[in-house]
Every structure is written in structure tokens, then in C-alpha cells.
């Protein structure tokens, strides 16, 4: 198992500017999470989809859209880059049944610089 | 709002010692409460997950508290490794599986 992938690693971006951060998790998961990371701010959640077909906001949705494609992908779409939002983005799935199983798995993030 | 306050400065300790790092949270109830483990350059790593009816839970080295009087939980390490040097997030949970994390605390574990 993989686990979850995340693509781009690296991305620099100028000012207006759109692309789409995509993620992939192989472990039939239900509910999959979108977070940035900034120095000194935590990790903060952007969007998340608690199963397949649904998508909800976080904390900090705004400049963001999303989608589940599948059970198995979440993207997250920049439509016009922002140095604000320079940032690390984390994706993270649980399997979430209801029964436990609430531990949160990620990917290695994907780095972006908007200039 | 929710707050949750994990100790910014950094923790440093000698091997072999006992590093206790701590989470304080308010403004909200979470049925669970995890702690993660991340490398810098890397993604966060779950560690141990503790929920409301339970005061203790251990994994091997590792020992988490969680009294919802104080709203605090204990992240214990015993006998420290230097490979234990990492940054520790502190996750109560909110709503919907939804966690909101610490900005965590950075372990060092000296020779």
C-alpha cells in the first residue's frame, strides 16, 4: 500500500495563477481532509469530504474549491493564486466507520510559493 | 472559538530521561482527543488516540492522559531516544471526525 499520495511536491506559482493539488489514498477510506500549514498557525483545515460524493468547509475555505472524484481522490483547486496563500498543503484520510477508526493518515505535502 | 495551547518553546531533555509534553484546550468537549509525531519535511504520523472515558492509554514508550475536568492532556515519552526528537501536535476532535490541531511542541533529545 502506497498509502497516501500526494502531486505535486514542489509548486511555484505567480499571482493569479490557478492549479489543482491532487491526492490519492489506497486504503478504502471513507473521509479524506484538505489542511495548509503555516509557521507558528498549526495545521488548519481547508475542506474535507466525510464520504464519497460529499464536501464540506473548514477553517480557512476561502480562494479554495474541491473535489471527490472517487472514493479514492480529493483534489483541491487554487483558482487565483495568492501569496497568501503560500503555504504547505497536507492531505489526510481516516476510514472513519463510525465504529473507531478515527486516526488520521497523510501524505507527504506539496509545497507551494505563489510570487 | 476553539483555542487548544501546546508549549511553543521548545523541550529539550536528556536520553534516557521522561519528556511530558502538555495540551491545554477550552471552549469545547471533544469525544477524543490524538496526538501525532512529525518530521520535519514530512507529513504528521498518528501516535495514540485517547477518548473522553478513559484516563490513560499507553503504547509501549508512550503515555497520554486526558482529564476533561482540566481540559488538558499529558503526552508522556520514557527512557527519550534522540530519535524521539521531532515535533509532537496535540488533535482534540471536534464535530464530525473533524480535528483541529496544536502548533505543537518541539522535542530535543540530547546525549
Known amino acids: 500500500n502506497a498509502g497516501v499520495t500526494q502531486t505535486p511536491k514542489f509548486q511555484v506559482l505567480k499571482t493569479g495563477q490557478s492549479m489543482t493539488l491532487q491526492c490519492a489514498q489506497d486504503?478504502?477510506?471513507?473521509?479524506m481532509y484538505w489542511y495548509r500549514q503555516d509557521p507558528g498557525m498549526g495545521l488548519r483545515l481547508i475542506y474535507y469530504s466525510a464520504s464519497e460524493g460529499t464536501t464540506d468547509k473548514g477553517e480557512v475555505p476561502n480562494g479554495y474549491n474541491v473535489s471527490r472524484l472517487n472514493k479514492r481522490e480529493f483534489s483541491l483547486r487554487l483558482e487565483s493564486a495568492a501569496p497568501s496563500q503560500t503555504s504547505v498543503y497536507f492531505c489526510a484520510s481516516i476510514k472513519g466507520t463510525g465504529q473507531g477508526d478515527y486516526e488520521q493518515y497523510f501524505g507527504p505535502g506539496t509545497r507551494l510559493t505563489v510570487t | 472559538s476553539q483555542k487548544i495551547e501546546q508549549n511553543s518553546e521548545a523541550l529539550n531533555i536528556q536520553e534516557g530521561k521522561t519528556a511530558t509534553l502538555t495540551c491545554n484546550y477550552t471552549n469545547y468537549s471533544p469525544a477524543y482527543l490524538q496526538w501525532y509525531r512529525q518530521d520535519p519535511g514530512r507529513g504528521p504520523v498518528f501516535l495514540l488516540l485517547?477518548?473522553?472515558?478513559?484516563k490513560e492509554k499507553r503504547k509501549e514508550r508512550l503515555k497520554v492522559t486526558f482529564d476533561t475536568t482540566l481540559k488538558q492532556s499529558l503526552f508522556h515519552i520514557t527512557a527519550s531516544q534522540p530519535a524521539d526528537s521531532a515535533t509532537y501536535l496535540c488533535?482534540?476532535?471536534?464535530?464530525?471526525?473533524?480535528?483541529?490541531f496544536g502548533t505543537g511542541t518541539q522535542l530535543k533529545v540530547e546525549l
Open positions: 485517547i477518548r473522553e472515558n478513559e
Open positions: 486504503m478504502n477510506h471513507n473521509s
Open positions: 488533535a482534540p476532535a471536534g464535530g464530525g471526525n473533524k480535528l483541529t
